[in-house]
């Protein structure tokens, strides 16, 4: 194949270096809604962190080109959904959603067109699962969110009763002042890994044992929605938020060849499903451990964060609880409070690195509170 479009991933804004590199790497900004999508195995120069190019096996939009990771394929339970998969590289891929749906191989300069039924609400990972796990390592990979066909005022078709309550306590209760859950605040994280010495043995065309890969597979980049460092942390379509009240579902699907263990400072989150099992109990953490092919849904509640400091006039030791508008307006010392923006980062350690130590350019993004609870917006 000829086509070899460099997508900046690096880059917050998109420079386009063709039509095709426009919509640049975040898993939301292209996703398809409704019963007929297009996808083309194609494949891409994607520039990591530290601006070094990696060639990667995408999936495709013909419309807007190659993406990592793939569009999102947004259903709704029980829609008959149509993929056309037309593989234009120069070997046998696949297209399969585990106990959903695998289109069998699909030979280079063929098409398939397959239909299945959306399944239960909840996170999908689809993926090529030939030669597993190298093609959906090497980039062959992507989420489909199904979203129940009836409202429930949760994520999910089903709710166990803990579920149901908590968002039934969201806007309604002292423990959650603001708004309830709204269903437009989503957010997906892809969390990935990639050895660049594998895709560069797929870029010359050599065959790739997946044994050997399993065992030597040394990442040098991490990535959440093909962004790193910086550029995650400041990418709107993976950084959560919001006003204090503003609660937000976090999809989470790991696709790579890491464990992770995203690590959430300000608010604790709760655990809302994990691999589609809608949770009986519904666990508040602050970190959860994500292995490769899991998928786990978080809701950040979006609390005012305990922690914001403000010190009583006549009393350096006791903290205050005051508007938290109102608290950024004060100083310590001379040194002003801080906007409200809080890390995310996993706490599997190597993940924060990128290209054997650079740190920290791996996987990281911002919490960020925007204002408080009645729509005052933080300075
Ligand atoms: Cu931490």
Same mark, same amino acid.
């Given at each position: 194949?000829?086509?070899?479009?460099?997508?900046?991933?690096?880059?917050?804004?998109?420079?386009?270096?063709?039509?095709?590199?426009?919509?640049?790497?975040?898993?939301?900004?292209?996703?398809?809604?409704?019963?007929?999508?297009?996808?083309?195995?194609?494949?891409?120069?994607?520039?990591?962190?530290?601006?070094?190019?990696?060639?990667?096996? +995408?999936?495709?939009?013909?419309?807007?080109?190659?993406?990592?990771?793939?569009?999102?394929?947004?259903?709704?339970?029980?829609?008959?959904?149509?993929?056309?998969?037309?593989? +234009?590289?120069?070997?046998?891929?696949?297209?399969?959603?585990?106990?959903?749906?695998?289109?069998?191989?699909?030979?280079?300069?063929?098409?398939?067109?397959?239909?299945?039924?959306?399944?239960?609400?909840?996170?999908?990972?689809?993926?090529?699962?030939?030669?597993?796990?190298?093609?959906?390592?090497?980039?062959?990979?992507?989420?489909?969110?199904?979203?129940?066909?009836?409202?429930?005022?949760?994520?999910?078709?089903?709710?166990?009763?803990?579920?149901?309550?908590?968002?039934?306590?969201?806007?309604?209760?002292?423990?959650?002042?603001?708004?309830?859950?709204?269903?437009?605040?989503?957010?997906?994280?892809?969390?990935?890994?990639?050895?660049?010495?594998?895709?560069?043995?797929?870029?010359?065309?050599?065959?790739?044992?997946?044994?050997?890969?399993?065992?030597?597979?040394?990442?040098?980049?991490?990535?959440?929605?093909?962004?790193?460092?910086?550029?995650?942390?400041?990418?709107?379509?993976?950084?959560?938020?919001?006003?204090?009240?503003?609660?937000?579902?976090?999809?989470?699907?790991?696709?790579?060849?890491?464990?992770?263990?995203?690590?959430?400072?300000?608010?604790?989150?709760?655990?809302?499903?994990?691999?589609?099992?809608?949770?009986?109990?519904?666990?508040?953490?602050?970190?959860?451990?994500?292995?490769?092919?899991?998928?786990?849904?978080?809701?950040?509640?979006?609390?005012?964060?305990?922690?914001?400091?403000?010190?009583?006039?006549?009393?350096?030791?006791?903290?205050?609880?005051?508007?938290?508008?109102?608290?950024?307006?004060?100083?310590?010392?001379?040194?002003?409070?801080?906007?409200?923006?809080?890390?995310?980062?996993?706490?599997?350690?190597?993940?924060?690195?990128?290209?054997?130590?650079?740190?920290?350019?791996?996987?990281?993004?911002?919490?960020?509170?925007?204002?408080?609870?009645?729509?005052?917006?933080?300075?």
């Amino acid at each position: 194949m000829d086509r070899r479009d460099f997508l900046k991933c690096s880059a917050v804004g998109i420079a386009a270096l063709s039509m095709k590199s426009l919509i640049g790497c975040s898993s939301r900004s292209s996703s398809y809604r409704g019963l007929d999508a297009t996808l083309n195995f194609s494949e891409a120069l994607v520039g990591m962190v530290d601006t070094q190019p990696v060639y990667m096996w +995408l999936f495709e939009d013909p419309l807007t080109g190659p993406r990592f990771p793939g569009p999102v394929l947004v259903a709704e339970e029980g829609e008959t959904v149509y993929l056309t998969l037309t593989n +234009l590289l120069n070997e046998d891929h696949a297209f399969a959603i585990p106990g959903v749906v695998d289109s069998g191989v699909i030979r280079p300069g063929k098409t398939k067109v397959v239909s299945f039924v959306a399944p239960a609400a909840g996170t999908y990972l689809y993926f090529d699962p030939l030669n597993a796990p190298v093609n959906r390592v090497l980039g062959l990979h992507g989420v489909m969110e199904v979203i129940p066909e009836t409202s429930t005022g949760t994520p999910y078709t089903s709710p166990t009763a803990k579920v149901a309550s908590l968002f039934a306590d969201l806007g309604t209760t002292d423990e959650f002042p603001g708004q309830p859950w709204d269903p437009a605040r989503i957010l997906i994280w892809v969390l990935h890994s990639i050895d660049p010495s594998w895709n560069a043995m797929a870029e010359e065309g050599r065959a790739i044992d997946p044994a050997a890969f399993s065992n030597n597979f040394l990442p040098r980049y991490f990535t959440i929605n093909g962004r790193s460092g910086f550029f995650s942390s400041h990418d709107k379509d993976t950084a959560p938020s919001g006003l204090v009240g503003q609660p937000e579902l976090i999809r989470i699907v790991n696709s790579g060849m890491a464990t992770h263990s995203p690590h959430l400072h300000a608010n604790h989150f709760y655990v809302l499903s994990v691999n589609n099992v809608v949770q009986d109990n519904v666990l508040s953490l602050d970190t959860f451990t994500v292995s490769p092919l899991d998928r786990v849904d978080l809701l950040i509640p979006f609390q005012r964060p305990p922690d914001i400091p403000a010190v009583h006039p006549d009393n350096p030791r006791q903290l205050l609880r005051l508007d938290a508008a109102e608290e950024l307006t004060l100083s310590f010392g001379d040194v002003p409070q801080s906007p409200l923006n809080y890390p995310m980062h996993c706490h599997m350690e190597m993940s924060q690195t990128a290209a054997g130590g650079n740190y920290p350019l791996g996987l990281v993004t911002h919490l960020t509170f925007t204002g408080d609870v009645d729509g005052e917006l933080f300075q």
